[in-house]
């Protein structure tokens, strides 16, 4: 009789070891968190997607019954890049950056149309729509000169077309436009004949002053010529006297400066007094 109760004993106990065991499981199935940054989108297995965003915090849910689907919430970045031709049939390479987060309360309609990855599935497709759109509208040169216009149109469309999937844009631009090997070569032979037409334009330019310079010169001595004909005529040769003394006084001062150099009168006269006068002797 002891051995029957004894394990009558054993098996309540483990009874009671497996209802502990599967209390203890009860928070872990029954609790999840959702992070900051986070919203949680609830799928119910009998009504489906639930229509209510679960904020951040701790919490319940029934366990195979309720699944929670976690978002982030918070701005993220997208690099898109496409090449595609101009209006002039040129190609180009774009490289467009995206900064995009998704609209909380339309986060169901989000899970229920595209899923968790739903930028992969959306943002590529609508970039490089967009992209090969706008820029088909432009010249390659046209890229370059207006791209700022091109940035602004390409922004806009981008924010207009994600509006419709509930994605909002905190940013959309372009990082990195490349063109071709024959455009860029027919780019830098273009800035090399301008840089040369510039360099012919001043050559002209200064050749221009320079015959200016000498019309005006030529004009200014031909004035002077005039001036002293008149003077002569009217005043006979005393003006050319006065040039005479003004270059002769010129002339002095400069070799009067001069250092090395011995001024004698011209009267031979002089000269021979001075050595009269060194050699005189006392009469008988």
């Known amino acids: 009789m002891a051995a029957?109760?004894?394990?009558?004993?054993?098996?309540?106990l483990s009874r009671m070891g497996f209802a502990a065991a599967g209390l203890s499981l009860?928070?872990?199935n029954c609790l999840y968190n959702v992070d900051g940054g986070e919203r949680a989108v609830m799928f119910n297995v009998m009504s489906g997607i639930s229509s209510t965003v679960r904020a951040e915090g701790t919490h319940f849910k029934m366990p195979y019954i309720m699944r929670p689907f976690i978002y982030d919430v918070r701005t993220r970045p997208k690099l898109i890049q496409t090449t595609t031709p101009t209006k002039d049939l040129q190609s180009v390479t774009l490289h467009c950056r995206l900064l995009f987060k998704p609209e909380i309360e339309n986060l169901p309609i989000i899970h229920q149309r595209l899923g968790p990855d739903y930028d992969?599935?959306?943002?590529?497709?609508?970039?490089?729509?967009?992209?090969k759109m706008i820029i088909a509208q432009y010249n390659a040169e046209q890229l370059l000169t207006q791209r700022e216009r091109v940035s602004k149109e390409i922004r806009d469309a981008i924010v207009e077309r994600s509006k419709q999937f509930h994605i909002l844009m905190d940013d959309v631009s372009i990082t990195h436009l490349t063109y071709g090997k024959d455009f860029a070569k027919s780019i830098e032979e273009k800035q090399v004949a301008e840089q040369e037409a510039e360099r012919q334009k001043f050559v002209v330019l200064k050749a221009e002053q320079e015959r200016q310079a000498t019309v005006i010169r030529s004009e200014g001595e031909a004035q002077a010529a005039v001036l002293i004909s008149e003077a002569l005529k009217n005043h006979g040769s005393?003006?050319?006297e006065v040039r005479r003394i003004d270059t002769a006084k010129d002339i002095a001062e400069t070799l009067g400066?001069?250092?090395?150099?011995?001024?004698l009168p011209g009267s031979?006269?002089?000269?021979?007094?001075?050595g009269s006068a060194g050699g005189a002797r006392p009469a008988q």
Do not use: C, H, R
């Open 120 to 131: 992969e599935k959306v943002l590529i497709s609508i970039g490089n729509e967009v992209l």
């Open 4 to 12: 029957p109760a004894a394990d009558a004993v054993l098996t309540n």
């Open 26 to 28: 009860i928070p872990m």
């Open 257 to 263: 400066k001069s250092g090395n150099v011995m001024y």
């Open 268 to 274: 031979q006269q002089m000269l021979l007094n001075i």
């Open 238 to 240: 005393g003006l050319i």
